[in-house]
């Protein structure tokens, strides 16, 4: 089991001709999590992103940088306001910004947006490609100590969502959440690697985690 895991819903039991289909059926059960996240860009390969990652349905979303630049930064996005709001030197300290979440300032080097980071648009990502292309189940590995289930899905020729054309990830047996996704363009390339740990899922978190 994941260090810091909270399961507070039923155990996810992948379906072995859609397991992808149940993660993210599975998710629906979910109303709150947070983890750490490690992203290598492949534009940046030597400079991994670390942040801390919290999120609280319909949309809520922090995240606290941890490196390499910007350390200690937070950003928060409310899905009322529609807005981002920034502080570079730490939550509540001068100065803060109020950003719309297409600004580039405050995206990845693949143009992720703080409005569709979540688990839910990744699977959402994710099955699109399905839809339009094939799923292999490879089998299971250990992630980082931890038993996961490893799948591809690839595209059909011409079709890709954001630039992706094929998946790579590992959801872990117990939950479904992911804990290693690689993206790729239709030529083969990387684009992004993503591993997620420390998972808390349906934690309780205090009432001002989101505040603006």
Known sequence: MLPGIILTMALFIP?????????????????????????THSKQPD??????????????VRIEIIAPVF???????????????LWVLGHSKFPSFSLSPENKVIQNPSGQRIDRSDLGALYKNIMALQDHGRTTV????????????????????????NDI???QLWLDITTGFPLKVISY???????????????RINPVFPPDLFDQ
Do not use: C
């Open 165 to 167: 054309a094929r998946f």
């Open 138 to 161: 490879i089998g299971q590995e250990s992630i980082a100590g931890e038993t996961a289930l490893h799948l591809t899905v690839e595209a059909e020729r011409g079709f890709s969502v």
């Open 47 to 60: 400079n991994p992103d670390m942040i801390r990652y919290y999120f609280k349905k319909p949309g809520h």
């Open 15 to 39: 379906d072995s001709t859609n397991p992808i289909q149940s993660a993210a059926d599975h998710y629906q059960h979910v109303d709150a999590y947070q983890a750490t996240i490690k992203s």
């Open 71 to 85: 350390k200690g930064a937070v950003l928060i996005y409310s899905p009322s306001s529609g807005k981002v709001k």
């Open 185 to 199: 363009k239709a030529d083969g390339s990387w684009i992004e690697q993503v591993e997620m740990s420390d998972y």
